[in-house]
């Protein structure tokens, strides 16, 4: 069975075109309706009609323009010339169109709207622009029947109207000339306009079916923004996964708006190592992960509520549906999982972060007052400085080297509690364990510029005093300082092993 819409073209039971015809010219159409979901034009042989002398009169109006004369009743009588056969190639999507020895080959924009057309050498043809709505703003409309959405098979009619094989869509008025067959739903009220273009959104959006809209080719990049977005949380290095994100949101996806902001995140970034702390970089992993979370969810709304839809259709449960049924719904649903994930991880990071500047700030202040302390006690004996050196301190100071403001708690081979205590940030637990050989005591870990410290004192070990009389441990309470993974000695000096230098005697420890 076959039908004829407004525009004279005869389509078959499924609505797949088969020919289009004009009083000037009859096309015969290929389809391909078996490997893909939307039909695809194999070939298009176009047939001039060329009309009898006999069969046609002119008459002039007033105004000067030509009329046919249909005053015989009956078509008029032509013959077809030989045909021009155009074939069409297909990858992901319509690629190429090739008639006779001419091949142009198809670029296309986020919507799969041809903006260049090339030769075979690369040469470009002709350029194409358009609209919000699919209006053709520049371009060579003979060229090619493929324009707007053409990747999806969309065809541009001589008259300017796309057709989106259920119906034609008019672009100056950015309405489709004829009502949707599927109604709307009162939960979406933009669906409740059945001439509406893609419920006004045609940005993200396109309906190659005049149906319903769909996202575009590459609107669904939820898996790539996920790991993009978990990516860009890593600090320094992140700036390139922030780069690619922003250029998929803002070049692919044509989103200024989030393309925008990751391309900040990016920037932030790259002079996060510049700043000397890792806030920047935490507060990077907390942003995108809210912004990668907001994407989802409302997503994960729709896609979920799609799902429940299917079931009822179908009439079955939701663990009797096929696999493929949840994966937009799983994959929306990820994405809201890993955003609230990178929000978490950052603000602990955050957390951290800050703590590590408390540190800073507290070494800072005591390799100050050792600085000060040097300095007042510099005399000089036979014409030599003797005591501790003041430019030691200021480069120290300059460059912050824990290793070096650690030295600074120790005094003749001993510390006390009130040094340890002085570059311990304010708001680290104390995490001591007692044992059945040590009772008392107290351990704190922390980060200076990445690198682990951890500061602990506790009383006599009894094991140590029985085994070992006469040592540091085992004779009353005393300190180990780490640094990374050295441990400072009575000596000032480090050591990758602990010994009895490496447990310092506390000064008034009880």
Not at 53 to 58: A, F, K, P
Not at 324 to 345: I, N, P, R, V
Not at 480 to 492: A, F, R, S, T
């Amino acid at each position: 069975m076959y039908t004829k819409d407004e525009q004279n073209s005869f389509c078959d039971a499924e609505n797949v075109r088969t020919s289009a015809e004009t009083t000037e010219y009859l096309e015969e159409y290929v389809t391909d309706t078996v490997s893909d979901s939307l039909s695809r034009v194999l070939t298009v042989t176009r047939y001039e009609k060329v009309y009898e002398d006999s069969t046609i009169s002119v008459a002039q109006t007033e105004t000067g323009n030509a009329s046919t004369d249909k005053t015989q009743g009956e078509r008029t009588a032509y013959t077809l010339a030989t045909g021009d056969e155009t074939q069409y190639i297909y990858g992901n999507g319509l690629i190429s169109e090739r008639q006779a020895d001419l091949t142009l080959y198809h670029h296309y924009n986020n919507l799969g709207s041809i903006v260049k057309l090339t030769d075979a050498k690369g040469n470009v043809v002709a350029s194409y622009t358009y609209g919000a709505y699919g209006e053709l703003l520049s371009g060579d409309r003979s060229l090619t029947r493929f324009l707007y959405n053409g990747q999806c098979g969309v065809m541009t009619e001589d008259n300017g109207l796309y057709y989106m094989r259920q119906r034609y869509y008019n672009p100056e008025i950015k309405r489709f000339v004829n009502q949707d067959v599927v109604r709307g739903e009162l939960t979406n009220s933009q669906s409740l306009n059945r001439y509406s273009y893609v419920q006004g959104n045609p940005v993200s959006f396109i309906d190659p079916f005049g149906l319903s809209p769909i996202q575009t080719l590459y609107a669904n990049h939820n898996f790539d923004h996920i790991v993009l977005a978990m990516a860009g949380g890593i600090p320094f290095v992140g700036a390139i996964p922030c780069a690619i994100n922003s250029y998929i949101y803002w070049k692919v996806e044509g989103d200024e708006t989030k393309g925008l902001m990751w391309a900040c995140f990016a920037g932030a970034q790259v002079f996060a190592p510049f700043a000397g702390t890792m806030i920047i970089s935490s507060a990077c992993m907390v942003g995108a992960g809210f912004f990668c979370y907001c994407d989802g969810y409302d997503e994960m709304n729709s896609s979920v509520e799609n799902f429940f839809d299917k079931c009822l259709e179908a009439g079955k449960s939701p663990l009797q549906m096929e696999l493929s049924d949840y994966a937009e719904a799983a994959g929306s649903t990820l994405q809201c999982f890993a955003g609230g994930l990178m929000m978490m991880t950052g603000s602990l990071a955050m957390v951290d972060a800050i703590h590590e500047l408390q540190a800073a700030a507290q070494m800072r202040s005591a390799v100050t007052e050792y600085t000060n302390a040097a300095e007042a006690e510099v005399v000089t004996v036979g014409g030599e400085a003797t005591g501790a050196s003041v430019s030691e301190g200021t480069t120290a100071l300059a460059v912050y080297d824990p290793e070096f403001a650690a030295r600074q708690l120790l005094v003749d081979g001993e510390t006390s509690e009130e040094q340890l205590r002085s570059i311990i940030p304010q708001g680290i637990p104390n995490t001591f364990v007692p044992t059945e050989t040590i009772s008392e005591g107290y351990k704190y870990n922390f980060k200076i510029n990445g690198k682990k410290i951890e500061i602990k004192w506790h009383s006599e070990d009894l094991n140590a005093a029985s085994n070992y009389p006469g040592s540091n441990s085992g004779s009353g309470w005393t300190a180990q300082i780490k640094i990374g993974n050295k441990l400072l000695g009575q000596d000032g000096n480090f050591y990758r092993k602990a010994r009895n230098v490496t447990h310092i005697p506390l000064k008034g420890g009880e």
